[in-house]
């Protein structure tokens, strides 16, 4: 992350959308979120940074990221036309079995 753009962009930001409430930033721990310099300018800005880890295969964050590339991948191979063959397009068959081991495993790591 550029720290520059965090200053210009998400600083303004946060105060339109919030005043002078607590905000909190939630980020991946990609190896940019994860760097020193980004930690301490977070701390010296004082904003809280949510603990958050790295999707693997295994965690429930990652079904939703694989859904998006499903989503993706659906649209812009069917090209739907109408709002009926969008819907039919976004939700995958082996979607709901996903979710589903999510919800039994207590979000807690599935097989998928």
């Not at 603990?51 to 859904?67: K, Q």
């Amino acid at each position: 992350i550029r720290l520059s753009m965090l200053e210009t962009f998400l600083i303004p930001l946060l105060k339109e959308q919030f005043g002078e409430k607590t905000s909190y930033f939630n980020q991946d721990l990609a190896p940019a979120h994860a760097a020193k310099s980004t930690k301490d300018w977070f701390t010296k800005k004082q904003l809280e940074v949510l603990a958050w880890p790295g999707p693997t295969r295994l965690t429930p964050s990652n079904v939703i990221a694989n859904f998006g590339a499903i989503v993706k991948r659906k649209i812009r191979d069917r090209k739907p036309t109408t709002l009926d063959q969008l819907k039919r397009t976004s939700w995958s068959k082996s979607m709901p079995r996903r979710l589903q081991a999510v919800i039994q495993a207590k979000g807690a790591a599935t097989n998928y």
